[in-house]
Nanobody, 126 residues
Framework: QVQLVESGGGLVQAGDSLRLSCAAS????????MGWFRQAPGKEREFVTA????????EYTDSVKGRFTISRDNAKNTVYLQMNSLKPEDTAVYYC???????????????????WGQGTQVTVSS
């Protein structure tokens, strides 16, 4: 089993930056596709970004392209989400997620992810 714990959320102003971390425990995640999702109040959980096991393939939702960067440090068993030029519409609870190690492909569907963290709140004021 893999346990995921997010950190780094907070309250910032529009245009600011935040770096989220997702620390994994239980076993190594170097065989897992990892991703970030977010859920704003009253909305469904939505895909933000995903990264392949080696980090060489990355996908982003259109609304964050050029502003957010996902990365992973398999030696530290951690995944990161660097968020720059934050906007009020980025306000949400951000969740780290991991696919079963059986699957190697990236996906934007939350139902394809097996492991989930508890989420960290990001609030961007205008």
């Amino acid at each position: 089993q893999v346990q995921l714990v997010e950190s780094g959320g907070g309250l910032v102003q529009a245009g600011d930056s935040l770096r989220l971390s997702c620390a994994a425990s239980g076993r190594t995640i170097n065989t897992n596709v990892m991703g970030w999702f977010r859920q704003a109040p009253g909305k469904e959980r939505e895909f933000v970004t995903a990264i392949s096991r080696s980090g060489d393939i990355i996908e982003y939702t259109d609304s964050v392209k050029g502003r957010f960067t996902i990365s992973r440090d398999n030696a530290k068993n951690t995944v990161y989400l660097q968020m720059n030029s934050l906007k009020p519409e980025d306000t949400a609870v951000y969740y780290c997620a991991g696919r079963s190690s059986f699957y190697t492909s990236l996906t934007q569907r939350s139902s394809d992810f097996l492991y989930w963290g508890q989420g960290t709140q990001v609030t961007v004021s205008s």
